[in-house]
């Protein structure tokens, strides 16, 4: 079966719109270290390549979404073109006439000192990971270790990534970078916290917390309330303000594995099952029995009334898996996934949180 390109190539380039021709090209190495453990995001989900496990398209395209959320465009079709201009793409969606080719160029010079672990599973069968790896993190990857599939975290990793870019755009790729370092990472799950990245030379500004919400602050702004593309503007930081001396990895662990018990919120276990957790406090599972008119014997009475699903708002789509006889499906997963038609046909709904 013929396989559907994803993309296409064009059949002209556009040259860069420069007034100034003598523009200076600038050049410049960061060197960074992994300071949480960094899962597989390559062209095959969840599959690493350990010798070079980091690749510069990859960090083009984030250091491409958070170059966005600087900026304070309403229109998009602008948003649009001035994003290209800098980081390469089609004219406009409409035009078939070329692709504007970016003067941002990205080269990963050295990756060294990788150690790799191998991904368990736990008594319940879920995935569990060594090295303060919460599991909340990894159950995308639970129906893969458990099959017999080998899943591997990277859990050490230094690069030497090399950027060049004409000198007006210095302070954007500059400050574009900082905020990948900052809340990106590399690899999947970024927006949970893996991969995440130190480099000694952007972080220099930074003595203390204060000064990262400062310069947070400072890059944004409230303009515009546009709603189209992520953005700094209208966002909330949330900043750890304990004195104890933590490493990155432990403190990780520590808000996710609550983030997670308060996404999976249950009521205590009643007798004779007292260690069986009990009913969810989130009004999903009564909202789908209702809908599919199926529940159990033991869950007949709903103990939400409504039928809405408030974790939407933490990212889509959400899955769900019933375990008990009666019940909607029982053993098979129910996904919960954006209106096509307000996603614009997405699958998926990003989360919010980074």
């Not at 395209?61 to 600087?70: D, E, K, N, S, V």
């Not at 308060?262 to 205590?268: A, G, L, P, S, T």
């Not at 999903?284 to 708002?313: G, L, M």
Request: aromatic content about 10%; overall charge positive.
């Amino acid at each position: 079966m013929k396989r559907r390109a994803i993309c296409e190539i064009p059949d002209t380039f556009v040259k860069q719109q420069d007034s100034d021709r003598n523009n200076k090209i600038m050049t410049q190495r960061f060197d960074f270290e992994l300071i949480t453990p960094m899962l597989g995001g390559d062209a095959e989900s969840w599959i690493l390549d350990s010798k070079n496990p980091v690749r510069g398209s990859s960090i083009k395209g984030q250091l491409r979404f958070w170059w966005r959320t600087m900026q304070d465009e309403s229109d998009v079709k602008s948003l649009l073109f001035k994003e290209n201009q800098r980081w390469g793409g089609k004219i406009s969606e409409e035009s078939k006439q070329g692709t504007i080719k970016s003067p941002i160029s990205i080269a990963i010079l050295t990756q060294d000192n990788i150690k790799t672990e191998i991904i368990q599973t736990n008594a319940k069968g879920n995935a569990l990971g060594s090295n303060c790896i919460p599991n909340y993190v990894l159950f995308p990857v639970t129906s893969k270790v458990t099959s017999g599939e080998t899943i591997k975290v990277i859990s050490q990793l230094h690069f030497s990534l090399l950027i060049s870019f004409p000198e007006k755009y210095q302070q954007e790729v500059m400050d574009t970078l900082t905020l990948w370092m900052l809340f990106g990472g590399v690899g999947a799950r970024t927006r949970r916290g893996t991969g995440s990245l130190y480099c000694a030379e952007l972080m220099e500004p930074f003595t203390t917390k204060t000064d990262i919400k400062n310069w947070l602050n400072q890059h944004s702004s409230n303009k515009i309330q546009a709603k189209e593309y992520a953005r700094l503007t209208g966002s909330q930081l949330f900043i750890n303000d304990s004195k104890k001396e933590s490493s990155a990895q432990s403190v990780w662990s520590s808000l996710l594995n609550g983030y997670g018990e308060y996404r999976q919120d249950r009521r205590e276990g009643q007798p004779p099952f007292m260690s069986r957790p009990g009913r969810s406090y989130w009004p999903e599972p009564d909202a789908i029995r209702a809908i599919t008119r199926q529940s159990s014997a033991s869950h007949e009475n709903p103990v939400n009334a409504e039928n809405w699903f408030p974790r939407a708002a933490f990212g889509l789509p959400i899955l769900t898996k019933f375990s008990t006889s009666g019940d909607p499906t029982k053993g098979q997963v129910i996904h919960l996934e954006p209106d096509m038609a307000d996603r614009d046909k997405s699958e998926r709904y990003p989360s919010p949180m980074i």
